[in-house]
């Protein structure tokens, strides 16, 4: 295991770099890395759990050589356990000396020195700082969405991307619909007029709700009493900063179709939320159901659910209203005078394909700039649905993205302060609609 | 339950400890030898499997005490000639020695054959109506240990299961212990009123062997007033190898199914609906009569596929077969254990069974998996065979019936119910849509079970709305290495992929419902799962696939049924 040594801010050049005069000029302009088809790009994993480590594999699974040479996260735990699930897939393209591997909260550093492409699938909340070091030291980026969950981070993120623009760094973000076959079809469909002008939009994501890690199991896993910010990094999916909460870190994905459907982002928002079954010890400051409304640019608007209650009605979809029929988005059909439905071939794995697409774009030079075109702009979609709900107020995307409320701590460390901390009962402070200022 | 109470105060009331029940004072039958007998000659001696054990029953007196052949197994008054006890101190190497070492039982111990020596010395008094059943020899690591280490609220049979170990003389091994920081004070003193669960319990479990007497009458009072256990404490993690502690609750399981069956043979099956326990969620079985089918499909039958050749000769046994291919109503009850039926704040009653609770549940998924086609009253899809097995062994063990997946052969001979045509109801496609839903009346979409006519058996959906898992491993070439008539073949799993679904879904073409066709998985199915490793529950692409239960007639032996339900290969 690596101590941290301190990280170059210039890049160091590497064997694969193309060595005529050209290209080390232009490189020098734009400090990119290309690698031609042949060149092994070795990457580097930011977030070793179940998703990271799928993304790795992903990315370990596109064609030319791909070798996985570090990998860094805040629990030792999570590090071995995603070395051992990638070692055991792709013996021959993981390659992480136990020197290259980095734990902590600036592990991801010392990790992304070593590479040429970076995934970074920490909770969300470390993502805007992640992503501007990555781009700082020059490399391509993998980003899981969201990526950030909030106004100050969105803002760093859209700084961020501009200056990967500038250096021809290739970022993609993991919103695996905008890869996935069915959906490119039928929102081409849309864009070339099949329902007309779309007037109404409804989008959902009810389900179940997600995984719970409690104080009790980390107590257990550790041998004492866990610091509030272990706790709350275990647990991340129950705390804003780190989370969002789910409208954001799940809810996404509908949101953001929805924007692709419209080609914009919305203008306002109204919303209502709060947290009906979610008060459990280990639940900590989130909602469980949150429901906002969306002005578009041209007016129409998005009612949108999204909803972590058991034993009601499900939904994950996309819906729209054209003045000349309407189209199940999520389902690929289309009612109306260009009745439509996808027949067959569903297409390979999106989240395959958006790896393959990346480094495709990355061996090719090609422009794939994700993050700047939509992810950003969705994610800060999902982050003003939160505000809205939170606040219980007419929210402009304008406050939201100038929103002051930074929600990331002021200091990092397993005995640093966290940005919201629990009463002697073990509760947090729940936003209250009407009271709270979420933005 | 009353029974187990009197058994548990009447033990400590008297200062009893079960294994050091021999002693001067006259040996008394429901206290002293009842329990022997439960405990270690009952699991054989029972009504169910007497006939291959001596055809000797201890459950009533009447049983006890029929002449065999020409000993008695019980002499009042003669100890060295009666069986029941003579047996049980033959050196271990004989090979009448009872209970049987060959079966890895343990012998008594010298105080309960003593006991036993006295009892029937002094006249072998059985009281009248005083009938014995099986009870469970409670284990602290397979029994205990699991109900500690989980806390929360304890269901009914989790605190009978506590009681019967405070009864059993609470054998605490040495080497447990959850470690606390409420150990080092220390269990005080017996409370006299109530118990509270912070300051006289939680402290005992903490601190673990070996119990105090103190203890354990505190843990009895506490067991006594409902067991209360904060939901939120829990104690230390899991301990002992996974695949131990899972034969363990198959054991387990086992034996409880072994109690509770009652049909014999084919004649005494019939239709019957059951309510899940604690819910108000039904299903109805339907009785399957046994019998000789030709599996497969005939050369000459239209868009037949090669696979389904050559036709063979299957012999099945009788089963049951669920009516309808299982829906979210039942199977969410098994994805959301706690949040389904929340346990009443006084811990008084909860519809878990311990035995079900310890039945490991799927993970919960990132995704919503009716994938927006309806919950109410539809099919459960996109599971995978391994989930479909373990939801099997978790309702056996909440109701006591024996449930598993059919092996593929079951599947068709329950499907072709008789028949001989492409489906059941003859060669003609167009008739398909009276009986199921497929790729031209489905609207793209699975739809609510039970809507269509059924088969001439009673099952609906058995062709079409989903795929239904089967146990079987998928190989095109199996049918050509069976010879003769085959009785209940089933092509074990090596590999994670194919297994064998049948009957054809909503998305399909009409040839793909026909009886005989077959399917192979795939790891494709598994495709929009992101994560590494991907889920052994889920397979987030299979959004046409389901399954149904079978309850065969015979109740196979628990390694059997630990065979049906972990095959072992679910992995990536």
């Known amino acids: 295991m690596n101590t941290q040594q301190p990280v170059p801010s210039e890049l160091t050049r590497r064997s694969f770099l193309k060595t005529t005069s050209t290209l080390a000029a232009a490189a020098s302009l734009a400090p990119g890395v290309f690698a031609s088809v042949n060149d092994t790009l070795k990457i580097a994993l930011i977030g070793c759990g179940g998703r990271g480590s799928g993304a790795a594999s992903q990315a370990l699974s596109t064609a030319g050589p791909v070798k996985l040479v570090a990998m860094a996260d805040a629990f030792k735990d999570r590090l071995d356990g995603g070395y051992n699930n990638l070692k055991a897939k792709h013996a021959d393209r993981v390659d992480v000396p136990e020197e290259n591997k980095f734990v902590g909260f600036d592990a991801y550093q010392h990790a992304i020195a070593l590479a040429d492409v970076v995934i970074l699938a920490t909770p969300p909340g470390f993502r805007p700082s992640h992503f501007e070091e990555a781009v700082r030291q020059g490399k391509h980026i993998f980003m899981e969405k969201p990526v950030a969950v909030d106004g100050p981070g969105v803002r760093k993120v859209l700084a961020a991307a501009e200056e990967a623009k500038k250096k021809n760094l290739k970022v993609g973000v993991g919103l695996q619909r905008r890869h996935q076959k069915p959906y490119l079809e039928t929102i081409q469909r849309l864009h070339d007029g099949a329902i007309g002008d779309i007037v109404a939009m409804r989008c959902y994501w009810n389900g179940s709700g997600v995984w719970v890690r409690s104080r009790k199991e980390l107590e257990q896993k550790l041998g004492r009493a866990p610091t509030e910010m272990e706790y709350q990094m275990f ?30 982002h919305p203008v306002k928002a109204w919303g209502m939320g709060g947290r009906e079954v979610r008060r459990g010890i280990d639940n900590g400051e989130i909602f469980d159901h949150h429901y906002v409304e969306f002005e578009y640019p041209d007016g129409s608007r998005l009612s949108s659910q999204c909803r972590h209650i058991e034993g009601c009605w499900d939904s994950v979809s996309e819906h729209v209203q054209g003045v000349k029929g ?114 | 339950m009353s029974l187990l109470k009197c058994c548990l105060l009447g033990a400590f009331a008297s200062g009893f400890v079960f294994a050091g029940g021999a002693a001067a ?40 005490f029929k002449p065999h052949k020409k000993d008695q197994r019980i002499v009042p008054g003669h100890p060295e000639e009666s069986e029941v006890y003579a047996l049980t101190v033959l050196p271990l190497t004989d090979e009448n020695h009872m209970p049987p070492a ?11 054959s003593e006991t036993l020596r006295q009892w029937i010395a002094e006249g072998a008094a059985w009281p009248e109506g005083v009938t014995l059943k099986v009870v469970m020899k409670v284990d602290f690591a397979r029994d205990v240990e699991p109900l500690l280490e989980r806390g929360g609220p304890l269901s009914d049979p989790a605190r009978e299961t506590l009681r019967l170990w405070l009864a059993q003389g609470a054998n605490w091994p040495a080497e447990v212990s959850f470690p606390s920081a409420k150990a080092a004070a220390g269990a005080p003193s017996v409370p006299a009123g109530p118990v509270d669960f912070a300051r006289d319990v939680e402290p005992i479990f903490a601190r673990g062997a070996p119990l105090s ?27 002992g190898g996974a695949q131990a502690r899972e034969m363990d609750l198959v054991e387990q399981i086992h034996r409880d199914i072994v109690a509770a069956s009652k049909e014999r043979a084919e004649a005494d099956m019939k239709p019957y609906t059951n309510t899940i326990p604690g819910t108000e969620v039904t299903y109805a079985m339907l009785p399957i009569p046994g019998g000789e089918f030709l599996m497969g499909s005939p050369a000459a039958e239209a868009k037949r596929n090669e696979d389904e050749g050559p036709q063979h000769r299957v012999k099945i046994e009788p089963f049951w077969m669920e009516q309808c291919v299982v829906t979210w109503n039942e199977y969410e009850l098994f994805m959301y254990p706690e949040d389904k039926a929340p346990a009443p704040a006084d811990g008084t009653t909860n519809y878990t069974s311990a035995t079900a609770d310890a039945v490991t549940r799927p993970t919960k998924p990132y995704v919503e998996m009716s994938f927006g086609m309806g919950k109410d009253g539809y099919p459960a899809i996109s599971m995978t065979q391994h989930a479909a097995s373990i939801y099997c062994q978790w309702l056996s063990a909440k109701t006591g019936h024996f449930y598993r997946l059919p092996t593929e052969a079951e599947w068709e001979y329950a499907c072709r119910a008789g028949a001989t045509t492409a489906y059941f109801f003859g060669d003609d496609p167009a008739q398909l849509g009276q009986y199921a839903w497929f790729g031209d009346n489905s609207d793209y979409k699975y739809q609510k079970v039970g809507r269509k006519k059924p088969n001439p058996w009673g099952l609906y959906d058995i062709l079409g709305n989903v795929d239904e898992w089967t146990l079987d491993q998928y190989d095109p070439n199996y049918y050509k290495q069976l010879t003769g008539t085959v009785t209940e073949p089933w092509n074990k799993s090596t590999k994670p992929y194919p297994q064998v679904v049948r009957g054809g879904s909503w998305q399909d073409d009409p040839d793909k419902l026909r009886a005989a066709c077959r399917r192979g998985s795939s790891s494709d199915w598994k495709m929009q799962d992101p994560q590494l490793p991907k889920s052994i529950w889920f397979m987030t692409d299979a959004q046409f696939l389901g399954f149904r239960i079978i309850r065969p007639l015979k109740v196979p032996a628990a390694e059997e049924m630990f065979k049906y339900w972990h095959s072992g290969v679910e992995k990536e």
Not at chain 1, 235 to 258: A, K, P, S, T
């Open chain 1, 235 to 264: 647990n991340w999916y129950y705390f804003v900063w780190l989370c969002g909460d789910h409208i954001v870190e799940q809810h996404i994905h509908n949101l953001d179709v929805i924007n692709w459907v419209k080609q914009a």
């Open chain 2, 213 to 239: 007497e103190q203890a354990r009458a505190t843990l009895s009072h506490w067991v006594e007033q409902g067991a209360v256990w904060p939901a939120e404490v829990k104690l230390g993690p899991a301990k």
């Open chain 1, 326 to 439: 309407r189209c199940d988005v999520s389902n690929y059909r289309i009612e109306g005078e260009n009745k439509w439905g996808l027949k067959g071939d569903h297409g390979k794995d999106p989240y395959q394909q958006e790896h393959d697409d990346l480094f495709a774009a990355i061996r090719n030079d090609t422009p794939y700039a994700e993050t700047a075109d939509y992810g950003a702009y969705s994610t800060m979609t999902a982050v003003l649905g939160r505000m809205a709900t939170y606040g219980g107020k007419e929210v402009s995307w304008d406050e939201a993205l100038n929103s002051p409320l930074d929600t990331f701590p002021k200091v990092l460390g397993w005995d640093a302060q966290t940005p919201t901390a629990p009463d002697a009962n073990g509760r947090y402070p729940i936003a209250v609609p009407g009271k709270t200022k979420s933005f």
């Open chain 2, 102 to 112: 060959k079966l890895k039982k343990a012998p008594l111990t010298k105080e309960q």
């Open chain 2, 25 to 64: 004072k006259p040996v008394d039958f429901v206290t002293d030898v009842k329990p022997i007998f439960e405990l270690n000659c009952l699991t054989c001696h029972n009504p169910q499997h007497a006939q291959d054990n001596g055809k000797y029953r201890l459950d009533t007196k009447e049983e006890a």
